[in-house]
């Protein structure tokens, strides 16, 4: 593998503290990225209800459907692109996809317009988020990858939650369009300049601690199709991280799609939407400034298998619950549950994969994590409209109640397993 020298003079240190200028610039991007996601959290099911008549569940859910599917395509080819071009080039290739984006929500005429822009923000967000994600790997090393994961994933859905909460009360004071898309504007002009001008490239990081990790195995470093195979199903450790990600992000999907429909229902008003919409991710953003750390020092496995446990049970609350502080509660043991099993799940990918093939390792998870929000979408859109809302959210929560126990039978502890 080939990698662009480092800056001149510059030695090639690994460590959050060692490399915290580009880290901490990285974290600022990837806070971009998630606000770009946070701009329809709120909103666009009661654009697709107001402005555009759809009243199935299904229906309405198809941008989460087109955006998941999108992104997770995206995150598996943005693994091996950053492996072979170079990270840069992916993250500002990810934001110059994002560019039409808030002009379509904006004036979209039809339905089909804002299934088309949430295509484009699907390859965006696979293209972006994907790259910084890898790129604050390579910066750390392997010491303190949880804590790097965990300070991404804080910024990213901390980002998603507040932008939710401005769109919603934008859309309430000024109307769901085209007032509240400004936002998008300004964030994908900040992002694209952060991007292009001032991150660099850390691809020779990856030859450093390469160059320390030990032989490869025989053979040399493995095919995409066998890093695929082994990253789905032939190895437990990075199987088990596969399934409960793509559990994860399904009920996201269905989190995204149907609570805003769950709290309409139960008579809060578009203000109150949108805050119930951002208390889940500003849970799960800011615990992961703790969990993150924490899989550094007590492993990666007790987080993932019980955070998909507590994510059951918020979602359990949410259905039960009638009035916006048992929603609340809801959102809070969800946004909790997520926060443990995220950072731990990249991270736990960083431990089992040689930084030879890592990027693509993380692409192929992020393939299927985010190929959850489709399935969730389809899953929660159809049960909803045959069966009604809550059997819908019974259903997710039992699947990511089953997916931790899955983990904990399958998964062993990453942290200390030895690279190949």
């Known amino acids: 593998m080939t990698s662009s020298p480092p800056p001149a003079g510059a030695a090639i240190r690994l460590g959050l503290r060692e490399n915290l200028g580009q880290f901490s610039l990285l974290i600022v991007v990837n806070a971009f990225v998630g606000a770009m996601v946070g701009l329809e959290r709120s909103i666009l099911p009661a654009i697709a209800e107001q402005e555009f008549q759809l009243a199935a569940r299904t229906a309405v859910l198809s941008f989460i459907v087109v955006f998941g599917v999108a992104k997770a395509l995206t995150n598996y080819g943005a693994g091996r692109l950053a492996d072979r071009l170079g990270r840069k080039h992916v993250l500002?290739?990810?934001?110059?996809?994002?560019?039409?984006?808030?002009f379509l929500l904006m004036w979209a005429p039809t339905w089909n317009w804002v299934l088309f822009a949430n295509l484009l923000l699907g390859i965006s967000q696979g293209l972006t988020w994907s790259t910084t994600v890898i790129m604050k790997i390579d910066l750390v090393g392997p010491k303190q990858r949880g804590l790097a994961m965990g300070l991404n994933e804080f910024a990213g859905y901390l980002a998603v939650a507040a932008s939710a909460l401005a769109t919603g009360w934008i859309a309430t004071r000024y109307?769901?369009?085209?007032?509240p898309f400004y936002l998008g504007v300004a964030y994908v002009i900040v992002g694209l300049a952060l991007s292009a001008l001032l991150v660099r490239e850390t691809r020779h990081h990856v030859s450093h601690e390469s160059a320390h990790a030990g032989t490869l195995p025989p053979g040399g470093i493995p095919s995409p199709r066998e890093v695929f195979w082994r990253t789905t199903?032939?190895?437990?450790n990075l199987s088990s991280v596969s399934q409960a990600g793509l559990v994860n992000n399904l009920n996201d999907g269905m989190a995204w799609g149907l609570f805003p429909m769950v709290f309409a229902a139960a008579g809060m008003n578009l203000a109150q939407v949108g805050l119930l919409a951002a208390v889940y991710p500003a849970t799960w953003g800011v615990s992961q400034l703790a969990t993150g750390a924490l899989s550094d020092g007590i492993g990666r496995k007790p987080l993932i298998v019980w955070g998909m446990w507590i994510q059951a049970s918020g979602i359990g609350v949410v259905t039960m619950a009638h009035t916006f502080a048992g929603f609340v509660v809801g959102g809070l043991l969800l946004g909790i549950g997520t926060a443990m099993v995220y950072p731990a799940l990249l991270a736990a990918i960083g431990d089992v994969a040689h930084p030879s093939w890592r990027a693509s390792a993380v692409g192929v998870y992020r393939l299927w994590r985010d190929l959850g929000y489709a399935i969730g979408a389809l899953l929660a859109g159809i049960t909803a409209d045959v069966f009604g809302l809550d059997v819908a959210m019974w259903v997710i929560a039992a699947l990511t109640f089953m997916s931790g126990l899955v983990s904990a039978v399958r998964m062993s502890e990453t942290l200390q397993v030895k690279r190949e």
């Open 175 to 179: 109307g769901v369009r085209p007032q």
């Open 92 to 102: 500002v290739a990810g934001w110059l996809v994002a560019v039409p984006v808030p």
């Open 233 to 236: 199903l032939i190895d437990r």
